[in-house]
C-alpha cells in the first residue's frame, strides 16, 4: 500500500528531529497558564494555524499550545503561542 504525500509530511514533521513536542492546551490548562503569568492569550507569541504542526495536531485559532523542547542545559523549556488565523 502506497503512503500519500499528506502521510509523507506527516512522517517528516512529528517525526523530524528539530520539531518539538506541540501539545493543544485545555480549557482549564489555559485558563491557569494566563492566570500564572497574569496575562491574556493574545499576549503570548503567535503562531499560525496554517503552521504544518498546528494543522497536524488540530489546534484552532484562539487555542494556546504548549511547546516542549529539549535543552542541554535546562533538560526541558516550555512555550506558549497563541494559535490566530492564517
Do not use: C, W
Amino acid at each position: 500500500m502506497e503512503k500519500s504525500s499528506e502521510e509523507e509530511l506527516h512522517l517528516r514533521i512529528k517525526g523530524h528531529i528539530f520539531v518539538p513536542e506541540h501539545v493543544i492546551l485545555t480549557p482549564e490548562e489555559a485558563k491557569e497558564v494566563l492566570k500564572r503569568y497574569n496575562a491574556k492569550p493574545e499576549q503570548f507569541p503567535y503562531i499560525l494555524s496554517t503552521d504544518p504542526v498546528i494543522k497536524e495536531i488540530g489546534a484552532k485559532p484562539g487555542d494556546l499550545i504548549k511547546i516542549i523542547r529539549k535543552s542541554e542545559t535546562a533538560g526541558e523549556a516550555i512555550y506558549y503561542r497563541y494559535v490566530v488565523e492564517g
